[in-house]
């Protein structure tokens, strides 16, 4: 099959593609004819090094998110059908522990993610455990984009924080993946909106998808535009998805008992910030650390888009084959939204 691996780490470049064999099923795994996968920031974080605890081997497939097709399931897998439709749920887990006799398979002690600590989604074929793939039946392109973006929105959003009418939020890289999600399910639970960006064009676009203020951070202080915004009390809720760099003023601009989200440090090696802890227990603060969310939470979200209550914003379609320039366009930001790889 074709794919697109690394046998080290770095830049775009490092990116290959080629062909590869084909992988193999076990009893309990099914193969998926891989149609559609999008493209995030945790795999370029996987492959700068970030994660070089978890790689197992090289070459080593790229890829968290797809959508596909079952080409042939294992003699003990009961649960999908060859030529169902189906996404993958992302996180590995020994549906034992008890964390996920619990529902929280994002917790579990046996934490995985595809693309990560094993090959991913970036191929014509993947194997996976049974227990990741979930059936859907609407568009590959769309569905490949909600599995870590929206998954880890929503759960911040909706069982994190349980985010409520007329609250303030305010979410750093309101035109990632995760931001365009969180913007439009912030509005779904009609809560006021601030976003910050660097172009004015991705300002725009912001404010259609639903953002009441978008602040440009390379032109305007964002402490002070969100404390105008708020008439000087701070919001109720930030999502960090950038942490080194923005923690610190996270803090400043969150109200008194507000709570901070963090999800991401962005495409670094680095997970490190230093942290003023005496304004974070001065405002009584909740930091959350949040892991992209529950199989109880994909399942969710894939009714909400199907219902048209939340709709992924695509900004650009590549061939597998210019996987580096999708890459390229991810880490210059270069986009509003999900990037994704057309496959089969």
């Known amino acids: 099959m074709k794919a697109a691996f690394i046998r ?66 294992g003699e003990k897998v009961n649960t999908v059908t060859e030529g169902q439709r189906v996404i993958g749920f992302p996180i590995l887990h020994d549906n034992s522990c008890e964390y996920c006799k619990e529902g929280y398979e994002n917790l579990c002690k046996s934490f995985g993610v595809i693309g990560r600590d094993i090959n991913g989604s970036y191929a014509e074929l993947i194997s996976i455990p049974k227990e990741n793939v979930i059936p859907f039946d609407w568009d590959y ?11 880890t929105a929503w759960h911040a959003l909706a069982k994190r924080v349980q985010l409520r009418e007329g609250m303030n939020i305010f979410i750093w890289g309101g035109s990632g993946g995760v931001g365009t999600f969180a913007i439009q399910i912030a509005k779904l639970f009609k809560a006021n909106v601030i976003t910050a ?14 953002a009441d203020l ?20 701070g919001v109720d809720v930030v999502i960090d998805s950038l942490g080194p760099d923005t923690l610190n003023t996270s803090i400043k601009i969150t109200r008194k008992g507000g709570d901070i989200i963090v999800l991401g440090v962005g495409i670094k090696e680095s997970d490190l910030t230093p942290i003023n802890l005496r304004n974070l227990y001065i405002k009584y603060i909740r930091v959350h650390g949040t892991v992209i969310g529950t199989k109880k939470d994909l399942k969710q979200v894939i009714d909400l888009v199907k219902e048209g209550k939340i709709k992924p914003v695509i900004d650009s379609v590549f061939s597998l084959k210019d996987v ?21």
Request: zero cysteines; aromatic letters at 6%; proline letters at 2%.
């Open 197 to 210: 960006t660097s172009e004015e064009w991705k300002a725009k676009k912001l404010k259609e998808i639903g």
């Open 141 to 151: 392109i769309q569905a490949s984009t909600i599995q870590l973006s929206l998954l």
């Open 8 to 73: 080290k780490y770095g830049g775009p470049e490092v990116i290959e593609f080629d062909n590869v064999e084909d992988p193999q099923i076990d009893a309990n795994s099914v193969l998926v004819r891989v149609k559609a996968a999008s493209v995030n920031s945790l795999d370029a974080v996987v492959r700068v090094g970030g994660y070089k605890q978890f790689v197992k081997k090289f070459p080593h497939i790229l890829g968290v998110d797809f959508s596909g097709t079952i080409e042939k399931v």
């Open 324 to 344: 580096r320039e999708a890459h390229k366009k991810l880490e210059k930001g270069e986009r509003v939204g999900k990037i994704v790889l057309a496959i089969n």
């Open 214 to 233: 978008v602040i440009n951070y390379k032109e305007q202080d964002v402490l002070s535009k969100v404390m105008d915004f708020t008439n000087g009390r």
